[in-house]
């Protein structure tokens, strides 16, 4: 019998909590194709496995596909591609706007060709949680809640009607408004179910909950036992209207943790350590799963607090198989009991769920932590994977720094502000406000500063931005939060804030001061990213640490102390406090922990959570199938990308004279390529806003502005951080050639476009790197941009260049731009993409320098897999869901 007349998938019944459900068993399947042992299995890839056999009863997979994945080895590198449809999708605003931008305007386009708009839905759940808006312009007073909500409603009431207008319109859509919590934190405590089912008794298949996200940090439910990752929302958008996810079969890494923590140390030290272990290994691509005797030990909100930072150790998961802990958590969290069951009767009958003495799976290769050597730990100044002790700050700030100190550092300080002062001290993410340990321990050791004496220092701007509601009301019901807010850390606003780069202005004083003084400043934040100029402007020198080391540094008012061997400040008494002086004890904490965090905090914090407030209510009562575009307004505009839309895709050709838009060196984020913070008044986009009557004081963010093309992509590789090897100063600038004029970005990408001449951008390792924004994708593209050529890419921009119709081109090991000579006077052709595309295949280049000589090099092609030649071809995934609709209807 051939593969294709196989019988694969088995459907078993399965009686739980006097339900009788399907299910579809992985045992069986190994057995039918002799593949061994489910236990040899990754836990991850039996989550897949199970993904690909309901797939398969309802057509959408194959048996080669089941086969692929049922006979995965350890040592060999998957070169496969198989599909993978989430039970469900999660948006933020950031993201999610500009996603239901693109639907609207798809349902706009259907409209224009005849089509029936109201038929386009999402055809899985999707969740808009609103969490990225809101900026902490007022902090450390009792009314800076009120103050920046308020302003958030006032700045964004454009995109919100629209978001309002969207759950009305579509199906299986829904939105969390403003005000109630971080994406992450509200999937975690609340959205996710860990195993969920559809239809109904009888009937009813039982399956794991799984999730796709527009924003990197989606990973964070891989804590839980839920597969899920972040993806563009250029393929978010391709998954809700039924197109599976093409996923390469990944490497599965191993990392076996064993011991426990010590007494000084939080799951913040722990996480910045594997993310530096991890980034040095290389895991780009890879799913990494924890085991190991470790693992009982951590918490699941220590276990969540590692798997959201995996977009920072590179993973494409960070994931944690469903055990005991798991059960328990659900049931602390407010999840009913008969839930908690359904997850445990489910996992264990699946061979999904992990218990001490369960045997070891293969892996592709296995790493070991122990638990015991993490110590006390922050990471700066620049990126997440650089690991340091307090101690050794002042140092690396020194050598960071260097070229930027003034040779007398202490002069002019009569104001306390100098170089590595602390101006912003944040505890903000849910990388750990979704972490009760790490808040409560936080609000112990502000108690026992203020019992001491001790005073934030008065040029330190502290907040405090809990990822949910529920984090208030236990630090409340416990008193901490008073002490927390004796020490300016007031509630600012239930969002990202900080994190994302909204920390707000600085006080004026402050912000003068730094200027003048040309200081070097710091941050210290309890987030995941540190990348230059994300998180304000004028600071340079930005630290992840714990909620409790945020604390301690917005004492200190420095970073460049020894938090172990000087004093935070004097008591009442005169006498010294040191850091392990206030430090609380994990007993300590515990106790406070296992009083206040009960379910009903947890269930009455959601019982309401899509109603929102009166003022979202009253934001839109006009229900339509299509979107009424404003042309007037300057937050959403109808995109261009349908403008001149065929039914049928042209052909492919090759990209021949371009010109070079930028040369750029390693690591450039996402951040750089498509910034989401302040807009400035001289920027294009600012100079753009102003011309339609927005005065500077009103132009809010790039990424509140993400539904108007027009602002992104004047924003497009306009970071005042980023570096173009084409010119001499830093932020969005290049030159136009031939003539080699100086200009800004946008305006030589519009001077090209003009003269129809196509762009392509060449880069080093890990372009990309970071938040999973689309636009980052999308600017490119509007610019002109038909390929991008670097040394390496990170996962997610990769796929949304590639889901944009922009070609991404990889260097051959030893070869890159330097090594070509290349100043950006040059014109780059790009031969061989009419004919048939092989994933992974060779391409030419052809490099014409200004002194009429001339140069070849080979490039790999970075369509990895069939569907991602087939998005190529259709010039972008986007088009191609459209012509399906169409063709549909």
């Avoid at 040191?578 to 379910?599: M, N, S």
């Avoid at 570096?723 to 030159?735: I, S």
């Avoid at 590639?802 to 330097?818: H, N, R, T």
């Amino acid at each position: 019998m051939t593969i294709q007349q196989q019988q694969l998938f088995f459907p078993a019944p399965l009686h739980v909590n006097g339900t009788d459900y399907t299910i579809f068993p992985v045992r069986q399947t190994l057995a039918a194709l002799a593949a061994g042992p489910l236990e040899r299995l990754p836990y991850s890839l039996r989550l897949l496995l199970e993904n690909l056999l309901r797939q398969a009863s309802r057509g959408q997979a194959h048996a080669a596909d089941i086969e692929t994945l049922a006979r995965w080895q350890p040592e060999a590198v998957p070169d496969a591609a198989i599909p993978f449809m989430p039970a469900r999708i999660i948006l933020q605003d950031f993201t999610g706007v500009p996603a239901l931008v693109d639907l609207a305007a798809m349902r706009s386009a259907l409209a224009r060709h005849g089509g029936d708009p109201a038929a386009m839905n999402p055809l899985i759940p999707v969740d808009l949680i609103i969490d990225h808006s809101v900026q902490v312009d007022r902090a450390a007073d009792a009314e800076a809640l009120r103050y920046n909500t308020e302003l958030e409603m006032a700045r964004n009431r454009e995109r919100y009607t629209m978001l309002h207008w969207g759950q009305q319109a579509f199906k299986n859509f829904r939105v969390v408004p403003p005000g109630s919590g971080i994406v992450h934190q509200v999937n975690l405590e609340f959205l996710a179910s860990v195993v969920t089912c559809n239809g109904h008794d009888g009937t009813a298949t039982l399956y794991p909950d799984s999730v796709l996200g527009t924003d990197s940090h989606t990973t964070m439910i891989n804590g839980l036992g839920v597969m899920g990752w972040g993806v563009g929302g250029i393929e978010a958008e391709a998954v809700m209207l039924g197109h599976p996810y093409p996923l390469q079969i990944p490497e599965v890494v191993g990392v076996r943790l064993t011991g426990s923590l010590r007494p000084d140390t939080t799951a913040t030290d722990l996480v910045l350590t594997v993310t530096s272990f991890l980034r040095s290994k290389g895991v780009v691509g890879r799913f990494v799963e924890f085991f190991g005797p470790g693992l009982t030990g951590l918490s699941l909100p220590d276990r969540a607090t590692i798997a959201n930072m995996a977009p920072e150790y590179g993973a494409t998961m960070g994931f944690f198989p469903v055990d005991a802990e798991t059960l328990r958590y659900l049931e602390a969290s407010g999840r009913s009991k008969a839930q908690v069951n359904l997850v445990e009767q489910y996992c264990r009958t699946q061979g999904f769920f992990f218990t001490p003495d369960s045997p070891e799976p293969q892996y592709s290769i296995v790493y070991h932590i122990s638990l015991e050597e993490v110590k006390p730990s922050l990471a700066g100044p620049k990126r997440p994977q650089d690991l340091l002790s307090p101690a050794a700050i002042q140092h690396d700030f020194t050598r960071q720094f260097a070229s930027l100190l003034p040779r007398n550092a202490s002069a002019d300080t009569a104001d306390g502000l100098t170089n590595g002062s602390v101006v912003i001290a944040a505890i903000t993410s849910c990388t750990n406000t979704s972490n009760p340990d790490v808040m409560i321990g936080a609000g112990l050791l502000a108690r026992k500063a203020r019992a001491r004496g001790l005073t934030r220092k008065p040029w330190v701007k502290t907040s405090l931005a809990p990822g949910s509601k529920a984090v208030t009301r236990y630090l409340e019901q416990s008193g901490l939060l008073s002490d927390l807010e004796a020490l300016g850390f007031y509630v600012v606003g239930y969002g990202c804030t900080t994190c994302i780069g909204n920390s707000g202005p600085l006080d004026e004083s402050i912000s003068t001061a730094i200027t003048r003084k040309n200081l070097v400043v710091a941050a210290v934040l309890s987030g995941n990213r540190n990348f230059e100029a994300r998180i304000h402007p004028q600071v340079r020198a930005n630290y992840l640490a714990s909620p409790l080391l945020v604390v301690a540094y917005a004492l200190a008012g420095t970073v460049l102390t020894d938090l172990e061997n000087t004093p935070l400040g004097t008591d009442h008494q005169g006498q010294p406090v040191y850091l392990r002086d206030i430090w609380p004890g994990k007993e300590e904490i515990r106790a406070v922990v296992q009083e206040h965090l009960k379910p009903d905090l947890f269930t009455g914090t959601y019982a309401s959570v899509f109603a929102g407030d009166q003022q979202w209510r009253n934001l839109s009562k006009e229900k339509s199938d299509v979107y009424q575009w404003d042309p007037d307004s300057t937050y959403i505009r109808e995109p261009p990308f349908f403008s001149d839309f065929a039914p049928q895709a042209p052909p492919t050709t090759d990209i021949v004279d371009a010109r070079i838009l930028a040369l750029f060196g390693d690591s450039i984020t996402t951040d750089h390529i498509s910034p989401a913070g302040a807009i400035g008044p001289e920027t294009p986009a600012g100079q753009y806003l102003q011309q339609l009557g927005v005065p500077p004081a009103e132009f809010n963010s790039y990424g509140s502005r993400r539904g108007n093309h027009e602002v992104m992509m004047r924003g497009t590789f306009a970071n005042i951080r980023i570096r173009n090897q084409m010119v001499e100063r830093e932020g969005g600038w290049t030159k136009l050639w031939p003539e080699g004029i100086e200009m800004s970005i946008y305006e030589a990408a519009f001077r090209y476009k003009q003269q129809q001449v196509p762009l392509v951008i060449f880069a080093g390792q890990d372009y990309g790197t970071g938040s999973s924004r689309d636009w980052a994708a999308k600017g490119t593209m509007l610019l002109g941009v038909r390929a991008v050529i670097a040394s390496s890419f990170e996962r997610i921009h990769r796929s949304n260049l590639v889901g944009m119709g922009v070609l991404p081109l990889q260097f051959p090991e030893g070869v890159d731009a330097q090594t070509l000579h290349l100043d950006g006077s040059e014109q780059i052709s790009i031969t061989g993409l009419t004919g048939v595309l092989e994933p992974g295949g060779q391409l030419l280049m052809r490099i014409d320098r200004a002194d009429g000589t001339c140069e070849t090099a080979s490039l790999r092609l970075r369509l990895d897999n069939r569907a991602e030649i087939d998005y190529y071809r259709e010039g972008g995934i986007l088009h191609k869901v459209l012509r399906e609709q169409l063709q549909k209807q």
